[in-house]
């Protein structure tokens, strides 16, 4: 009896949000004016081509594919949450896996949408899948993100089947067509022991899959770097210092979620304290190994300092990219992991201060990555005018960069307010849980 | 007052050897017959059109943009803007001399530009100066049409016979002591073989072969002789030999390769890519199948109860 009050508070509590309030529409209305302006911008770079951007004949990759990295890295997180932390069985990421999930989803096919804004000749895309070449790293890319999207769709519905008929159940003042969509989208669930059995077999297979796929995107995106010769990007590490700092990006980002969600939508309860004090040591954690592969990759080229890679080093260190550098590595990493060391920092509200910096550090460490070494190319830069030497980002440029990070907030925005954030079934399956060995 | 007097004379001596250099940068020997020369055919926008193609290629990324100013600075000497001063005063033959022998960093396009591409080019350069007017050549450039030429290799000499001949209203001439030059054609540009020769009384040049000249995977060897006479203009001859070396070597893009298209690319790669895409789909598959039976298994459940 008391069980049944509780799993009703706990219901109530959960589909909360699920609602369109006034602080929602507003929210909404911001973010979709900015994406319009920005998506102004981009009709003025499909009138008048990729020449209204700074990018150039040298530095032809920009803002677009640092982003799209980023957007690829922080992606990853979907697969560290759910598919590794839930393999193990470690119990207190489970409320979480959903809110990674949605991330994961929303970043993966806003990558996509971030390569197409870097092509000269949008309309010319379906000649990538007609012409595509096995040889290219690109084709593989373009294959294990498209992968990548569908098993992270995959590993978000799953789990939602039975949250879905919880939903038509309850939900009862929701408009007809959501509790339709609701209903097929639940498939029939009755909670049968053989329905749990299907999605927990199906869910373990994707949380297998998804290993590979989410290495293997992350991997292929580094090697579309690091197959060339140029110094800063001819490295042996780059696939697992790609994956490894995408799990930093990726971790931060979640943890910004979750605050956000909790003080929002009034989930306290659900996502408490520990929580935030062991995503912080999650962050620290893959900070570490991130930090490890940052000192490879720039002491050892630095120990050496090579012709070509001195050049480009000494660029980083002490040259025209040096704040940047600096500030991504001390405020973006090293910093974040000291001051998460301590207990009292890892209290909510400092976690998510301290995951914006590592947030924006990671997206400008990927610019980092990015940009600089095209500025050294092997041949030297001769009779060119001089905005070919330099790059510099025009204000089009950053708008159409700006469009897609509004386009995943957006996403979701909308995805945690038609599906629980925190998945109900699980939760009320957990409380159960000690009773029936009890009963046993 | 005594160093003032070594900073005058260093300065005299550093302007003087600049103006030395100028000078001498500016003379470049050439003989009267070559600077007198002009082209055949007259500059118009087409060919001032033409020879800005041909600039582009070939020319811009030393001597910049004409009037621009633009000449890649960190040569030495500076390739001159050819807008300026100094070049327009020169003669199109001068010119044409330049383009043909060039000197030191200067590159000669003799072998790379043919007669009319580098006359087009001057069309370019004059397209530049309003105060030019063009002198052009007095000679009959339907004259060349006469010329006949025939080429024989000889196996036992390893020689390349070459007899140089005009058909006359009058009759056959000999054409005599003409430049007459022989190449073979090779990926990119012409070798020159032998050395530049001059025909004799009856119009004949002989030049040596090597025996150890690559050709094709027969042994052909595509060569021209180019034949300069003052009446008669430029006259190029084209043939093929099988004088060469047979040489076989797969065009790199003939196997598999990882540079190669799609239809060549290394079987292990294909097969990893389909295997990968094969066992992803094959668990989407599963997931599909699993979901139907989700689906169904909740009817049975209901039918029952």
Redesign the interface.
Same mark, same amino acid.
């Given at each position: 009896m008391l069980d049944q009050l509780k799993s009703d508070t706990i219901t109530s509590d959960l589909l909360r949000h699920i609602r369109l309030n006034k602080a929602f529409i507003i929210w909404m209305g911001v973010l979709g004016i900015s994406f319009l302006v920005c998506i102004y911008a981009y009709t003025i770079q499909l009138r008048d081509g990729l020449g209204v951007a700074g990018i150039r004949d040298y530095v032809s990759w920009g803002l677009y594919i640092s982003n799209f990295v980023f957007f690829v890295a922080v992606s990853l997180i979907g697969m560290l949450m759910t598919a590794v932390l839930g393999l193990i069985g470690i119990k207190w990421a489970s409320p979480l896996a959903r809110i990674a999930e949605i991330i994961a989803l929303a970043f993966a096919s806003v990558a996509g949408l971030v390569i197409i804004s870097d092509m000269g000749r949008p309309d010319r895309l379906l000649y990538v899948f007609i012409?595509?070449?096995?040889?290219s790293p690109i084709v #593989?890319d373009i %294959?294990v993100v498209t992968?990548y999207i +569908?098993i992270s769709l995959?590993l978000l519905y799953?789990p939602l089947?039975p949250d879905f008929k919880i939903c038509y159940d309850k939900l009862e003042k929701a408009p007809k067509i959501q509790r339709t969509i609701y209903k097929i989208l639940s498939?029939? #669930?009755?909670n %049968?022991p053989?329905?749990q059995k299907? +999605?927990k077999?199906?869910i373990r297979?994707?949380a297998i899959?998804i290993i590979p796929?989410a290495f293997g995107i992350h991997t292929v995106t580094s090697w579309l770097f690091a197959n060339t010769s140029r110094a800063g990007w001819d490295s042996t590490i780059f696939g697992p210092y790609f994956v490894s700092g995408a799990f930093v990006a990726g971790c931060a980002a979640v943890i910004i979620a979750m605050y956000f969600y909790r003080y929002n939508y009034k989930l306290k309860d659900y996502i408490t304290d520990m929580h935030f004090d062991k995503m912080a040591k999650l962050l620290v954690l893959v900070s570490l190994v991130y930090l490890y592969f940052n000192l490879n990759e720039f002491m050892v080229p630095g120990y050496k300092m090579k012709k070509f890679d001195a050049i480009h080093l000494n660029e980083l260190f002490t040259g025209a990219h040096a704040l940047l550098f600096w500030s991504t590595q001390l405020l973006g990493l090293v910093l974040p992991i000291i001051i998460l060391l301590f207990k009292q920092m890892r209290k909510p509200l400092p976690v998510m201060v301290v995951s914006i910096f590592v947030l924006v550090g990671a997206w400008f460490k990927r610019y980092i990555i990015v940009v600089p070494t095209q500025e050294h190319p092997y041949l030297p830069i001769?009779?060119v005018p001089l905005n070919f030497k330099f790059y510099t980002p025009t204000l089009i440029e950053i708008l159409i960069t700006i469009a897609p990070i509004l386009l995943a907030i957006i996403i979701i925005t909308i995805l945690s307010k038609v599906i629980p954030i925190i998945p109900i079934h699980e939760t009320l399956e957990e409380l159960e849980e000690p009773e029936k060995v009890g009963n046993k | 007052m005594y160093k003032k007097n070594i900073g005058l004379k260093l300065t005299t001596i550093i302007l003087g050897s600049l103006l030395a250099i100028n000078v001498a940068a500016q003379n470049w020997n050439i003989p009267a017959d070559q600077s007198a020369k002009n082209s055949s055919f007259p500059f118009n926008a087409s060919t001032a059109k033409e020879g800005e193609a041909i600039f582009t290629k070939n020319c811009v990324s030393c001597h910049g943009n004409p009037g621009k100013g633009n000449s890649l600075k960190s040569l030495s000497p500076i390739p001159p803007d050819l807008a300026g001063a100094v070049t327009q005063h020169r003669t199109d033959g001068d010119i044409f001399y330049i383009i043909s022998t060039g000197r030191v960093i200067m590159p000669s396009f003799k072998d790379v530009l043919t007669d009319q591409d580098r006359w087009k080019v001057i069309s370019y350069i004059r397209s530049f100066n309003k105060d030019y007017v063009q002198v052009l050549s007095k000679f009959d450039s339907g004259k060349s049409k006469l010329v006949k030429i025939t080429m024989e290799f000889d196996a036992k000499t390893n020689q390349i016979k070459v007899l140089v001949k005009a058909n006359e209203t009058t009759g056959v001439v000999s054409l005599k002591n003409d430049e007459v030059e022989l190449f073979a054609k090779r990926y990119f540009g012409k070798l020159q073989i032998d050395k530049t020769n001059r025909t004799d009384a009856n119009g004949l040049v002989v030049f040596s072969f090597p025996k150890d000249l690559p050709g094709d995977k027969n042994g052909n060897v595509d060569l021209i002789v180019s034949v300069n006479d003052d009446s008669y203009g430029e006259v190029q001859y084209q043939k093929v030999f099988k004088v060469g070396v047979p040489t076989n070597k797969p065009s790199l893009t003939e196997k598999r390769a990882i540079w190669n298209v799609l239809a060549k690319a290394p079987v292990w790669l294909i097969l990893t890519y389909l295997f990968c895409v094969f066992l992803v789909l094959s668990v989407f598959g599963y997931i599909v199948y699993n979901l139907f039976k989700l689906n169904k298994s909740s009817d049975i459940k209901n039918l029952k109860s």
């Open positions: 012409h595509g070449r096995v040889q #593989w %294959t992968i +569908i995959l799953l089947i498939l029939n #669930w009755n %049968t053989e329905q299907i +999605i077999n199906s297979v994707l899959l796929v001769q009779n | -």
